[in-house]
């Protein structure tokens, strides 16, 4: 009863200091949020963003709120997992907002971790409230506040049940364009670093149109040693991207396949770091070169299969997968033909799969788990 009445007192006293807000270019309702591009999420009573404390990457790392900076640490992405509900993935870990321990608690923290599609903590549902919008944990049924009514930059972000409160309402606005044509592939030259800053790419013609007929060209070239980072790729998204050599890949999105979503074309060590793809008709990730491939923290979703190690070869790869949500894969995780290539799978939530290993002849397992 008290907070119920600090609430009603507040929203009467933050009423006329937050009138500008709901005049403020590119604000999104709950019925406008796209799964491209990318949201600054400011709290109605503060004024402040919701940001991952410290631009941390790991599991836990605590999500408050502090003085529009702008950074990568303040900016979030919606990804549709049906019904109504969103992740909401940061822009600099790629992990997702999350209750956590799964919490039905007023007060239950509110964390960011790895991206698990299928975790009810991890679903928000984006309710309209007086010209804002409120975050609904799909778990816990309650909202996402700035603990305390606080106007302080640092201060906590939880959870509590549905009061109205202007520290529960946010305001969304979007900050990165929708969409860039690209005509001719984008080359990441030798030790380069290529920083999207969330914006989402499309093939235009003279790449392809993204099915399955071979010849498409790649929205991005990777060469030796080259980085690529906060890319979403959008649809259609042509022959994905190409690596030749060591590469490295953080937080990329494609929201449709296309052919493939990325070809490692020369031999090397390939890491994939966070991120997400869905829709292929045939795989996801395509292996034309022996090394070491590498994905951790990655969600993938309807296509044929998760990684396909080039028809008929026989060179050796070894396959890395962690901390990753594959599901409705109409054949396989992995299929290979070469009797040397291994695989290992560690703690990764599996649905759907078809046969897991098509072919493999040496695979370790740890703490997965089939949901």
């Not at 928000?124 to 409120?134: A, M, N, P, R, T």
């Not at 090394?291 to 296509?303: D, E, Q, T």
Request: charged content about 15%; aromatic content about 10%.
């Amino acid at each position: 009863m008290i907070k119920k009445l600090i609430t009603l007192i507040a929203i009467f006293a933050v009423t006329l200091t937050v009138i500008p807000l709901l005049s403020q270019p590119k604000q999104a309702d709950a019925a406008s949020v796209t799964n491209q591009g990318l949201y600054k999420i400011i709290n109605r009573h503060s004024g402040q963003a919701l940001e991952v404390y410290n631009y941390a990457h790991e599991n836990g790392a605590n999500v408050s709120q502090w003085t529009d900076l702008g950074g990568d640490n303040q900016l979030w992405r919606f990804v549709s997992v049906g019904s109504g509900y969103y992740q909401i993935i940061n822009a600099n870990s790629g992990r997702a907002l999350e209750v956590y321990g799964w919490s039905t608690a007023d007060g239950g923290n509110i964390v960011q971790w790895q991206n698990f599609q299928s975790n009810y903590n991890q679903h928000w549902k984006l309710e309209d409230s007086g010209g804002y919008v409120q975050l609904k944990n799909r778990n816990s049924g309650k909202v996402a506040e700035v603990y305390n009514f606080s106007t302080t930059a640092g201060a906590n972000i939880n959870q509590w049940t549905d009061l109205e409160g202007a520290n529960q309402q946010w305001t969304l606005v979007k900050v990165s364009p929708s969409s860039t044509t690209v005509n001719s592939t984008i080359v990441v030259a030798a030790g380069q670093v290529y920083d999207g800053k969330g914006r989402t790419f499309i093939a235009g013609s003279a790449l392809g149109d993204g099915s399955q007929a071979e010849g498409q060209k790649p929205v991005f070239r990777l060469e030796n040693g080259a980085t690529l980072k906060n890319v979403v790729l959008g649809s259609p998204a042509a022959d994905g991207i190409h690596t030749y050599g060591n590469a490295y890949l953080s937080n990329i999105v494609w929201t449709d396949i296309g052919e493939d979503a990325l070809t490692m074309k020369a031999a090397g060590t390939v890491t994939i770091n966070g991120g997400a793809a869905y829709n292929g008709s045939d795989k996801v990730f395509q292996l034309n070169a022996g090394g070491r491939f590498n994905v951790y923290n990655f969600v993938a979703s309807n296509a044929g299969k998760f990684i396909r190690q080039l028809g008929g070869s026989t060179f050796k790869t070894d396959v890395y997968i962690d901390s990753c949500d594959i599901s409705n894969m109409s054949e396989s995780i992995f299929r290979t033909d070469s009797t040397t290539t291994t695989v290992t799978m560690t703690n990764t939530l599996y649905h759907n799969v078809g046969t897991k290993w098509y072919n493999v002849q040496h695979v370790t397992e740890a703490n997965n788990t089939a949901y």
